[in-house]
């Protein structure tokens, strides 16, 4: 089940082996699985964002208040 946040710090993903990249701050969509959680957004330019990042790695950005659980 997705759940809305906002991004209101540094987050960053890596795609594939490249560098880091940024989600932009503002609204993301979530949806969480045991192992890792998948977010979406919309960048400036009105391209569709998707990642998927490790949950230790999404737990460690809500506890230090870097994305904002609704």
Request: charged share 25%.
């Amino acid at each position: 089940m997705s759940q809305q946040a906002t991004v209101t710090d540094h987050v960053t993903y890596r795609p594939g082996e490249g560098a880091l990249q940024e989600i932009p701050p503002g609204p993301v969509e979530v949806d969480i699985a045991p192992d890792s959680a998948t977010l979406s957004w919309k960048e400036d330019n009105g391209a569709a964002g998707l990642t998927a990042i490790p949950i230790t790695e999404f737990i460690d950005y809500v506890h230090d208040h870097k994305i904002e659980l609704e």
